[in-house]
């Protein structure tokens, strides 16, 4: 009988030791998992960028050959100074925002990529977190097995 006590207390121990194991293993594939959607997220926002700003240059085109067609309209020469100069501008301008849009882009992305660096570590950490506690689970769940058994006189 106190073979039979002890084992199962023992038995209970490492199921317990596992369960502790299983699930800290999920928790730390769940953010592995998370963390390639993020990486994902990060290209995607970059794509996006770049779609952004080729419609940024296609609507400049269409600003700018507008501009000719309303100075033509005026009979104001396309080649005079002020009417080269709003054309100048226009472009500039389109350059300036494509600029700025790309810079929020790769600190976006950057931002994303960092957090999903950071979710991969944790994966790990929790991992490892969750073997030691295992370990320790099943260790005192022996002891206090053995301890607790009835002993034999």
């Given amino acids: 009988m106190v073979a039979l006590t002890t084992g199962l207390a023992i038995g209970s121990a490492l199921v317990s030791a596992y369960g502790q194991y299983k699930s800290a293993k999920q928790q730390g594939q769940?953010?592995?998992?998370?963390?390639?959607?993020?990486?994902?997220?990060?290209?995607?926002?970059?794509?996006?960028?770049?779609?952004?700003?080729?419609?940024?240059?296609e609507s400049a085109l269409v600003t700018a050959g507008t501009q000719r067609a309303q100075?033509?309209?005026a009979g104001i020469s396309g080649s005079s100074a002020s009417s080269q100069e709003l054309i100048r501008d226009t472009f500039e301008k389109t350059a300036e925002q494509i600029e700025f849009n790309t810079r929020a882009a790769e600190w976006e992305a950057?931002?994303?990529?960092?957090?999903?660096?950071?979710q991969?570590?944790?994966?790990?950490q929790i991992e490892k977190a969750g073997i030691i506690s295992?370990?320790?689970t099943a260790g005192f769940?022996?002891?206090?097995?053995?301890?607790?058994?009835?002993?034999?006189?």
């Fill in 30 to 57: 769940a953010l592995e998992e998370q963390a390639k959607i993020n990486f994902m997220k990060a290209n995607e926002v970059l794509a996006r960028n770049d779609i952004n700003n080729e419609l940024l240059q």
């Fill in 71 to 73: 100075f033509a309209g």
């Fill in 110 to 118: 950057r931002m994303v990529r960092l957090g999903a660096e950071s």
């Fill in 120 to 124: 991969i570590e944790s994966a790990g």
């Fill in 141 to 153: 769940g022996i002891a206090r097995a053995v301890d607790n058994a009835p002993k034999e006189k």
């Fill in 134 to 136: 295992a370990v320790g």
